[in-house]
């Protein structure tokens, strides 16, 4: 079975200042990885995904992730908080073999601190 | 191009009662999606359709939940009856084919909220 863990129900972050959102995994095979923004309101938008390759991954809104295959972790970064980031982050996670389904992490709220 | 499209936004209804939700996919999206995302958690998988097949119900629950895309396009998801466990988010998601490294496109969700 597979499993995702965001460990930090809330993150703050100063304006200005780099973020993180930690997400860590576990699948049987390996895994196809995604980042999602959720707003107040709206429906949950695709930031990022790792499939294969290169370990860092680079998305929208200038989001880039990391893929580290011996700590099972993927976590979103940002070089510089805007306010305008501050929103619900889900991780995803599903496995590149069986029938498994796309499983979602509980979600970290990010807030940054003008 | 359109996203998906939902409706309603927000829905109030009692216990027992029934209650229906639609989306509309991107055009030409033939894998459609249902979550049902509760306060405080992920979303999670109701029913996915390929065209207007299912392909994966194993997490609805069949004795109240049903949902349909009999054209292959836009899907019904329905709740008959209503329990109180059933507040949530609904949210319809797409994609072009289904495969399982392509993102979801979703829609802004059916706050459902059963009193």
């Known amino acids: 079975a597979q499993s995702v863990a965001q460990p930090e129900d809330q993150v703050n972050v100063a304006e200005g200042n780099p973020l993180t959102v930690k997400c860590t995994y576990s699948?049987?095979?390996?895994?196809?990885l995604f980042w999602y923004v959720q707003y107040p309101n709206r429906g949950l938008q695709f930031l990022l995904k790792?499939?294969?390759?290169?370990?860092l991954v680079k998305g929208s809104y200038g989001f880039e992730a990391e893929f580290n295959k011996s700590q099972t972790s993927f976590h979103l970064k940002k070089p510089s908080a805007l306010v305008s980031d501050s929103a619900l982050y889900f991780c995803?996670?599903?496995?590149?073999?069986?029938?498994?389904?796309?499983?979602f992490g509980t979600g970290t709220r990010l807030t940054i601190i003008p | 191009e359109a996203g998906v499209a939902q409706s309603p936004r927000y829905k109030i209804i009692e216990k027992r009662q029934s209650v229906a939700f639609w989306c509309n996919p991107i055009?030409?999206?033939?894998?459609l999606y249902w979550y049902q995302q509760i306060l405080g958690q992920g979303p999670k998988l109701l029913i996915q359709?390929?065209?207007?097949?299912?392909?994966?119900d194993s997490q609805l629950p069949k004795d109240r939940f049903s949902a349909e895309r009999l054209k292959g396009v836009d899907s019904t998801l329905k709740i008959q009856p209503a329990k109180l466990e059933d507040s949530a988010v609904y949210l319809c998601?797409?994609?072009?084919?289904?495969?399982?490294?392509?993102?979801?496109?979703f829609g802004n969700g059916t706050r459902l909220t059963v009193t």
């Open positions: 359709f390929q065209n207007n097949g299912v392909v994966d």
């Open positions: 055009s030409g999206h033939a894998t």
């Open positions: 995803a996670v599903r496995d590149n073999f069986g029938n498994e389904k796309l499983t």
């Open positions: 998601a797409s994609t072009l084919d289904g495969d399982r490294n392509s993102p979801l496109h």
């Open positions: 790792y499939i294969t390759g290169d370990n």
């Open positions: 699948v049987s095979g390996n895994p196809y």
